[in-house]
């Protein structure tokens, strides 16, 4: 069941592909509760920080990084636009489908997962869907995030292995995004062999041709874990009037500042 459902992507009209992303009643419902959750996660005071906390005594950032929820935000879009934008973009060009799109289906499927590109402020089973609606460049930078909450890793297994078996709630809309039948599968092994050793050798998209790029290289290198993306964030200047003005100036990534 896994596998056909895998190739509805490549296979189905992309009307078909839009209403099985959009899903029934049911998938929509909980589309509005995660968004709610988000917003919840946003406006509540200290709930970034106490994340952060959560990170640092799980021994995944130092103590000293701790950056602001301003710079967090302005290092998420710098990751999306230096990153994963260009990553996708290129990928996507390989397989042969719209990047436009694709990103069209991912937001019917789940708006809060293109909304917060950090997942700071997202609960745990909205960062464990984008895990398994997009074929990673590497998934380790989510592997480490989804570690605030308790027992993430263990969620995490279980749901990838839901859409292995094709027994997830989401599994009608989340096919209906995932090019690649056999990603669920390795993501799975993946994430197994991560919780026995963090130190696995990582499941890194092979159909990438923008490494010989240095800048998209050293921006790859940056983001890919969470330790890099804190302590970029925590180097970006701290006011919005610098963060805001520096967004529109800066065009690539800053190689040699490694930041601003």
Not at 229 to 256: G, I, N, Q
Request: one cysteine or more; aromatic letters at 10%; hydrophobic letters at 40%.
């Amino acid at each position: 069941m896994a596998g056909s459902e895998a190739a509805l992507r490549k296979t189905e009209s992309p009307w078909t592909l839009i209403c099985t992303a959009i899903g029934g009643p049911r998938e929509i419902a909980g589309k509005l509760r995660r968004l709610a959750r988000t917003a919840g996660i946003w406006l509540r005071r200290g709930e970034v920080e106490r994340r952060l906390d959560t990170l640092r005594e799980a021994g995944l950032i130092d103590a000293r990084l701790r950056p602001t929820r301003l710079q967090l935000f302005f290092g998420g879009f710098d990751m999306l636009r230096f990153v994963i934008e260009p990553a996708a973009r290129d990928y996507y060009e390989q397989q042969g489908i719209s990047f436009a799109f694709h990103q069209l289906l991912r937001v019917l499927d789940d708006p809060v997962s293109m909304i917060d590109p950090t997942g700071f402020v997202s609960d745990r089973d909205t960062i464990v869907g984008h895990v398994m609606q997009v074929v990673h460049l590497n998934p380790v930078y989510d592997l480490q995030l989804i570690q605030m909450f308790p027992a993430g890793l263990a969620h995490l297994e279980e749901q990838v292995r839901q859409m292995v078996e094709g027994s997830h709630p989401r599994q009608r809309t989340i096919s209906a995004i995932v090019e690649d039948p056999g990603y669920h599968a390795r993501l799975l092994d993946y994430v197994r062999r991560y919780r026995v050793d963090p130190n696995t050798e990582a499941l890194v998209r092979q159909e990438q041709t923008l490494r010989d790029d240095p800048r998209f290289a050293a921006a790859e290198r940056t983001f890919a874990t969470l330790p890099g993306f804190v302590d970029y964030c925590r180097k970006l200047p701290t006011r919005f009037s610098t963060l805001a003005p520096r967004f529109f100036r800066v065009r690539e990534f800053p190689v040699d500042q490694g930041s601003a």
